[in-house]
């Protein structure tokens, strides 16, 4: 029974790394670098819903050349709407600055005039002051707006209304771009989701902040469990198996390090070597981060291997090898670190996914460096997630951590206990 757990946790492991590796790749570098660049997600939907959520796609229109004369060129979009609610947003992608005059022909015939006059860089119908006041006064009459409704009702949704009570109008939209640019403008229609896990306020897709938030995390997460063994096993070896003054600075500084209260003092100790940026943004150095959590969280596992050295050099083969002259380091490499590192294997299975936890901990309290899962779930709260039904942005870490600690408490289901009373 207790094999086919650790098989079954072997598993899970192995398709959470599979999952990493798979999230890691669906991904852009560029997505990656600029997630916490708010221009880069301007022209994308805001606050969409996951597409596994239904809703309405995002989809990029094709343009049909319908003339080209004297310079100038007149392309036509085809947007066919069957959906009850209305999309999110239209972007229009120039590549070139141009002289752009645009309209929107709806299905009951009515012609919206967006912009008109030079274009220098992307718009979006929510977001460009001329087209949102283009659109507007297009409607006004037709739907008996009033300048209040300026503020609570955006282009996209007043392009998409049948009627005054805003009900949403399908059929064919034909939008029309005459400009005398020598490519044509990519025209994005933004639908209500997008992406894994949707976007949020600023339109920045979450699955991008996910994976990096989950890349960092375990990179952190990994080290510092590394740092903690390693660190542990040659702190343990020499207080347990010498007999010097080291030995005994090593042994005092294990008792006080076991003694202390680890997650005050490291908050403390966090906040001094950190640095506090624009917008009240913490910034640590990552390497001084994990080894001082290492050092702060080594005392527990550095007693326990000093104990197995301790016990391991009492024996009569070890007392054997010793009398027979053989060094310390030999016995060490040939007697006991076998013994410590089987011990550390396990230990290392038992303290990865409560470095993730603590890592995602300190994170969401903006005491981490860069992006990880604590901040992406801090950040999600901020932007009101988890009252606003966006429930998957706060989920989505809380179900990843928890798949990777199921893993590793199966691996780690054995018979003998993890320390030494």
């Known amino acids: 029974m207790m094999m086919r757990r650790q098989k079954i946790g072997v598993i899970v492991l192995i398709l959470f790394i599979i999952f990493v590796f798979g999230s890691y790749f669906s991904v852009s570098k560029e997505e990656l670098d600029n997630w916490e660049n708010g221009i880069y997600w301007i022209n994308y939907p805001k606050r969409a819903k996951p597409v596994w959520l239904g809703g309405i796609p995002t989809v990029k229109l094709t343009p049909k050349l319908n003339w080209s004369s004297q310079g100038y060129s007149f392309y036509v979009y085809t947007y066919e709407h069957q959906y009850n609610e209305k999309p999110n947003d239209i972007a229009i992608v120039i590549h070139n600055p141009s002289l752009y005059v645009i309209d929107v022909k709806r299905p009951d015939g009515v012609l919206v005039n967006v912009y008109d006059g030079m274009l220098f860089q992307n718009i979006t119908l929510n977001t460009n002051d001329r087209a949102v006041l283009s659109i507007f006064r297009a409607l006004k009459n037709r739907f008996n707006l009033t300048d209040a409704d300026l503020g609570t009702k955006t282009p996209a949704e007043l392009l998409f209304s049948a009627d005054p009570y805003f009900d949403t109008l399908k059929g064919t939209y034909t939008l029309r771009v005459l400009c005398n640019c020598s490519v044509p403008p990519e025209v994005i229609v933004?639908?209500?989701?997008?992406?894994?896990?949707?976007?949020?306020?600023?339109?920045?897709?979450?699955?991008?902040?996910?994976?990096?938030?989950?890349v960092n995390t375990l990179y952190l997460a990994l080290f510092t469990t590394f740092m903690i063994i390693a660190l542990g096993l040659v702190l343990g070896l020499i207080s347990g198996y010498f007999k010097n003054l080291l030995s005994s600075i090593v042994t005092f500084f294990l008792e006080v390090l076991t003694a202390l209260p680890i997650l005050p003092i490291l908050v403390v100790l966090t906040w001094v070597m950190s640095r506090q940026s624009i917008g009240a943004h913490v910034e640590v150095n990552p390497v001084k981060f994990m080894l001082l959590v290492s050092i702060l969280l080594v005392g527990k596992f550095a007693k326990t291997i000093r104990i197995m050295t301790i016990q391991e050099k009492s024996r009569e083969h070890v007392t054997a090898s010793i009398s027979l002259g053989a060094s310390g380091f030999h016995v060490i490499r040939k007697h006991i670190l076998p013994v410590v590192l089987e011990h550390s294997v396990r230990y290392f299975t038992f303290l990865m996914p409560r470095i993730v936890a603590l890592i995602s901990i300190f994170g969401f309290f903006g005491l981490i460096p860069g992006v990880n899962w604590g901040s992406f779930v801090g950040e999600a709260l901020q932007q009101g997630a988890l009252y606003g039904g966006y429930w998957w942005w706060v989920l989505s870490p809380g179900f990843a951590m928890a798949f990777l600690s199921l893993g590793f408490a199966l691996v780690v289901s054995i018979d003998k206990p993890l320390t030494l009373s």
């Open 190 to 214: 933004y639908g209500t989701s997008y992406g894994l896990l949707g976007t949020d306020s600023y339109g920045r897709d979450i699955w991008v902040g996910f994976v990096k938030g989950m």
